[in-house]
């Protein structure tokens, strides 16, 4: 007899998606189930021990906007922490954290074990079933009441009703989240040694290859590695540059006080390769399953191997090693920058010619690994399959790379899984206000060929899409859909009312050029007024800023320092600022042109065939995504918006 089990919401994976999308659901309201391989990989980093770095600290930041959990449980487990690019404008000023890897999982873990509505399962879910699957299985009154859960949709696709587990038992569900990370027939590759595991030794998923293929959805190879993991008591430390932490630790949650995060920090190190590593490493390529071709599938472009870094930049020298420690209470440190899938020995020979690692003890062999992902282009904008409705998918089973994108990528699944229960529009965030925007429409709209990965260059808009603005611009979203708070809310609100108040108040303030006030300028090294200025002209200044200002200003107020930082921010950049906002304002015009869902490019005269190929691929919703499709040139936009003008009203 068939075991089964009602529930809402069955999220497969609990790594940085998992999690966040688990969170999601549960703390909506809905019984949300989240099954993994083994409880003590939820929330594993099996690859590098930090969170956050340059954009990826946008997203965490974003996430923590939104309600998401990462930014407040790194605050709690980490144990450096640096903002990256403080020589650079704010746009790319980016906070980066030394994890300590074992607290970070068992942190996250508690958190999920905690939640109200949320239930962890060990267990690998073999199989995903569609409404009229489930009815085939069950052939009892059960159909019945998992037929109020889902039924078949409207136009004629499937639509999810359950998911089966290796031991037989069902549970019914409204929607599933797929986030199997790097897990899915996963192997991984040391040499010519190949085992089929997952990352870290953990189990690998194999059976839902199946499903996807049964459900219509195609998969494909990705390929990503990791260095080798060292004990740190057999480093040569004075070898080495020390890379302290920041002075003063700013947190990455907006919840978090500042004052919990100054801790003592752990210091990482820098050393370099070399020409002897250089030439180990090329005295041994043909071992290398990269350029063996024992390796399928496609590494990331952005987060090279050593090997591909001495073939593509022969040009250099040396490279970059840091050396990283992996937590407070253990030995292991991890050696970032020298990723490689060499097998033992040469790993060995090679580690050894860097400076500080001539007699080093390698406690994890550097790996590649290969696993199964889908193309993002069969995904809406929500994160929705396009051919099975209610099923979802996330983070690295989407083809992107990180801990930070998964997560940004579990946190819009879990509540638009919701959404979609609800009968309510999807949250779909605009390239103009979110980082997140930006990684799911580039995920859904390009024809990604490599893991993808964030970067702040991606970004049109990143004057606007700053890290320390992030709670300004989301908190809205997070507080419509449910999971922030009334006191969360309302105090961005009373925020960007004191930022707006102080600001003109300083347009307004005028000072002129009194001996005491010259005095005061001079004592800053800033040159003596000729007439009357503001407040806000005297902050532009390159030398000076609100802070230096204070003498000149008796009357200022008593505000926090991320109401003032905003306020220098909005002063200094107020031209460039201006500037994005003008063109975003052309950009949302291109969004709000919705292509219906019904439309045949095939009528579409005058379309160039690899538009209509591509247009028919993806399936566009608004016309500014279109646009940025590969292979559909402006031309062709122009064609179609003529097209849907003469159309206008009629059925398409």
Request: with cysteine; aromatic share 6%; proline share 4%.
């Amino acid at each position: 007899m068939l075991y089964t089990i009602d529930t809402d919401i069955c999220v497969i994976g609990a790594g940085h998606a998992g999690c966040e999308a688990a969170l999601a659901g549960s703390r909506l309201g809905y019984r949300t189930v989240l099954f993994t391989m083994n409880v003590d990989s939820i929330a594993m980093m099996p690859c590098n021990p930090h969170i956050g770095g340059s954009s990826k600290g946008h997203l965490v930041r974003e996430i923590d906007a939104l309600g998401g959990e990462m930014g407040k449980n790194i605050d709690k487990t980490f144990i450096q922490s640096k903002m990256l690019n403080i020589s650079k404008g704010p746009a790319v000023h980016s906070l980066r954290t030394q994890a300590d890897k074992a607290e970070y999982s068992r942190s996250m873990r508690q958190v999920l074990e905690n939640q109200e509505n949320l239930t962890i399962r060990q267990a690998e879910v073999t199989d995903i079933l569609t409404q009229q699957e489930l009815q085939e299985y069950l052939r009892t009154d059960l159909c019945s009441e998992a037929s109020q859960n889902g039924n078949d949709s409207p136009g004629g696709k499937p639509r999810v009703a359950a998911v089966r587990i290796h031991t037989g038992t069902i549970y019914t569900c409204r929607a599933v989240i797929i986030c199997t990370g790097t897990y899915l027939n996963a192997r991984c590759l040391v040499g010519e040694s190949i085992t089929e595991t997952g990352p870290g030794g953990m189990q690998r998923s194999t059976w839902l290859k199946n499903a996807m293929d049964r459900l219509g959805i195609p998969l494909r190879r990705f390929k990503t590695g990791t260095p080798a993991r060292m004990d740190g008591r057999t480093l040569d430390y004075s070898k080495m540059k020390i890379q302290p932490g920041d002075p003063v630790v700013v947190p990455f949650s907006f919840s978090t006080d500042p004052a919990d995060v100054q801790i003592e920090q752990v210091p990482c190190w820098l050393t370099y390769t070399n020409e002897e590593t250089h030439a180990v490493i090329r005295q041994n390529l043909d071992r290398s399953p990269i350029y063996a071709g024992i390796i399928e599938g496609t590494g990331p472009r952005y987060c090279p191997s050593i090997e591909d870094k001495v073939v593509k930049f022969s040009d250099k020298s040396r490279h970059h090693v840091f050396i990283e420690p992996e937590g407070r209470s253990t030995n292991e440190v991890y050696v970032d920058g020298m990723s490689s899938s060499m097998p033992d020995d040469v790993q060995q020979q090679m580690y050894r010619t860097v400076p500080g690692l001539e007699n080093c003890v390698i406690v994890k062999n550097a790996y590649a690994i290969e696993y199964d992902c889908i193309n993002a282009n069969q995904l809406k904008l929500s994160l929705e399959t396009k051919t099975v409705d209610g099923l979802f998918c996330a983070g690295q089973f989407n083809g992107s790379s990180g801990y930070e994108e998964a997560a940004a990528q579990g946190l819009i699944a879990g509540i638009n899984a919701v959404n979609m229960i609800r009968g309510r529009e999807p949250l779909v965030l605009k390239r103009s206000e979110a980082y997140i925007g930006v990684l799911i429409d580039d995920l859904v709209t390009k024809d990604n060929r490599e893991p993808y990965r964030m970067m702040t260059s991606r970004a049109e808009y990143r004057l606007l899409l700053r890290q320390d603005n992030a709670d300004l611009r989301l908190r809205k979203y997070g507080y419509e859909e449910g999971i922030i708070t009334q006191n969360q809310y309302e105090y961005v609100c009373f925020k960007e009312r004191k930022i707006r108040e102080e600001t003109e108040r300083l347009k307004k303030s005028r000072i002129g050029a009194a001996a005491s006030n010259q005095e005061i300028l001079a004592s800053l090294g800033s040159a003596p007024l000729k007439t009357a200025c503001s407040l806000a002209e005297l902050i532009c200044r390159p030398e000076l800023s609100y802070e230096k200002t204070a003498a000149l200003d008796p009357d200022r107020p008593a505000l926090s320092k991320d109401i003032t930082d905003q306020v220098e921010i909005n002063i200094r950049y107020e031209g460039y600022i201006d500037r994005q906002k003008k063109q975003v304002q052309q950009f949302e015009k291109l969004e709000h042109k919705k292509i219906p869902a019904s439309i045949n490019y095939d009528d579409v005269g005058s379309l160039r065939n690899e538009a209509r190929q591509k247009l028919k691929e993806f399936l566009p919703s608004s016309i500014g995504q279109a646009s940025r499709i590969s292979g559909v040139t402006p031309a062709d936009i122009s064609v179609l918006l003529i097209y849907l003008e003469k159309n206008r009203g009629r059925k398409m």
